[in-house]
């Protein structure tokens, strides 16, 4: 058996900032891929809708309808987005894939840098103990799952009730960037 050697205080805090440290990457790693990817994809959509809205809001193109035509322009302008839509989803597919591709390689490398903290930490352990440091390995567990358990809980409410509701994106300066970029496109035809 191995004996331990007198209590180094500053081994046992440095290994217990490890653990602090692992924990809090695992955590933040699962809650970002599940949690705030969720929430990320749920405000974007809120925010895509408002947008849509406040400019739809604004069109008028009544005055540039002949009377009586007010039905043929309906179909044409709704023909012309169900067109657009139609050729969007076509087209679509290799952004997608794009898109997904890069997502899983972050994924990939996130969950790699998780393993090679823990072997890290596991390697650090062994070496400690073998050289005949006591770490009080499951109190230092405790009090880490603890902090841990905190940090997640502020994280947690933080996203649920402040940056859920957040608007990253002004309404008005969307509509000028998209009115611009229509008329350079006429421009440009």
């Known amino acids: ?26 955590f933040l790693t699962i809650f970002f891929f599940t949690y705030v990817n969720y929430i990320e994809k749920e405000t974007f959509k809120t925010q895509m809708n408002l947008i849509v809205d406040d400019i739809t809001e604004d ?30 989803l076509k ?18 490398k996130a969950f790699l840098w998780i393993v090679i ?10 070496i400690l103990v073998l050289s005949g440091y006591c770490i009080p390995f499951t109190i230092h567990m405790k009090d880490s799952f603890t902090v841990v358990f905190f940090v997640a809980l502020t994280e947690f409410i933080f996203l649920f009730f402040i940056t859920r509701n957040y608007w990253s994106v002004n309404p008005v300066v969307v509509r000028d960037e998209i009115g611009d970029s229509v008329q350079k496109y006429i421009k440009n035809r």
Not at 10 to 23: A, G, M
Not at 97 to 104: A, C, F, I
């Open 117 to 126: 903290a823990c072997t890290v930490l596991l390697i650090i352990t062994v």
């Open 59 to 88: 069109i008028n193109i009544k005055p540039f309808i002949p009377t009586g035509k007010e039905h043929e322009a309906s179909i044409i302008i709704s023909g012309s987005l169900d067109f657009a839509e139609e050729y969007s």
């Open 91 to 108: 087209h679509s597919t290799d952004d997608d894939k794009r898109v997904s591709d890069q997502n899983n390689k972050i994924i990939n």
């Open 1 to 26: 058996m191995i004996s331990c050697k007198q209590d180094n205080h500053i081994v046992k805090k440095s290994f217990f900032i490890l653990l602090q440290v692992l924990f809090t990457l695992i």
